[in-house]
């Protein structure tokens, strides 16, 4: 599927490659996301798909990656390509925080 911008506005164009036929919808937007069933992802009485200790250890890592940054800042000449990985690294945690 993929987007076409007309004189009415964006629509969504799906090609069946089998007969080659082409059907267009208005746009809507993005699909919603998926929700989780009740229980989905839960481990022997585990508290869901991330269990306390995990998401504390990925908030420590989280702050000590900020106390790096920091530091790395407050240094005469920072080293760009350390603060780039450290951001990397600390958005790639705060990812796993949000989205658990």
Request: charged share 30%; proline share 7%; net charge neutral.
């Given at each position: 599927?993929c ?6 506005g ?40 991330m ?27 920072p ?22």
């Amino acid at each position: 599927m993929c987007l076409h911008d007309n004189d009415a506005g964006l629509e969504s164009v799906a090609v069946n490659r089998a007969d080659r036929t082409v059907a267009t919808a208005p746009w809507t937007g993005p699909p919603a996301p998926r929700r989780r069933s009740a229980g989905a992802g839960l481990k022997d009485g585990g508290e869901g798909p991330m269990d306390a200790s995990h998401m504390t250890a990925l908030v420590e890592k989280h702050a000590n990656l900020e106390r790096q940054i920091q530091e790395e800042l407050n240094r005469p000449a920072p080293d760009d390509v350390r603060l780039h990985d450290l951001k990397k690294r600390k958005l790639a945690i705060k990812d796993q925080i949000t989205h658990h």
